[in-house]
């Protein structure tokens, strides 16, 4: 599979709202999991959720959770993450990625179980 490529990132006031895209040929139908994941200045990579391709709904971060969603698009291989009511803290690169190799399940995957990987996106809230 070919590589997974983010866009949508920009520079936003804070209570604004962005929708970043993941767009992933063939990861959408073949992989285990999506995921995204977020890595600000200074701190560890973290997850932001997780969705099963065309499965249940999205598994998020307290941190997100009331704020974030993810959805997806089979029929344009696209993965969304629509973040509302930014905060500073949520200044970051945010990636999306793929699993195919974890045992467990997409809730508790870590990053180092995620195969495939985009070049990331950033997100400045200031």
């Known amino acids: 599979h070919v590589q997974l490529v983010e866009s949508g990132g920009g520079s936003v006031r804070p209570g604004g709202s962005l929708t970043l895209s993941c767009v992933a040929p063939?990861?959408?139908?073949?992989?285990?999991?999506i995921g995204w994941f977020r890595r600000a200045p200074g701190k560890e990579n973290e997850a932001v959720g997780s969705?099963?391709?065309?499965?249940?709904?999205?598994n998020l971060a307290d941190f997100a959770r009331g704020r974030f969603t993810i959805s997806q698009d089979a029929a344009t291989d696209t993965v969304y993450l629509q973040m509302n009511s930014l905060k500073p803290e949520d200044t970051a690169m945010y990636y999306c990625?793929?699993?195919?190799?974890?045992?467990?399940?997409?809730?508790?995957?870590?990053?180092?179980?995620?195969?495939?990987w985009g070049q990331g996106t950033q997100v400045t809230v200031s």
């Open positions: 990625a793929a699993s195919y190799k974890t045992q467990r399940d997409c809730t508790a995957a870590p990053q180092d179980e995620y195969q495939f």
């Open positions: 063939g990861h959408t139908s073949s992989s285990k999991c």
């Open positions: 969705i099963v391709p065309g499965g249940r709904s999205p």
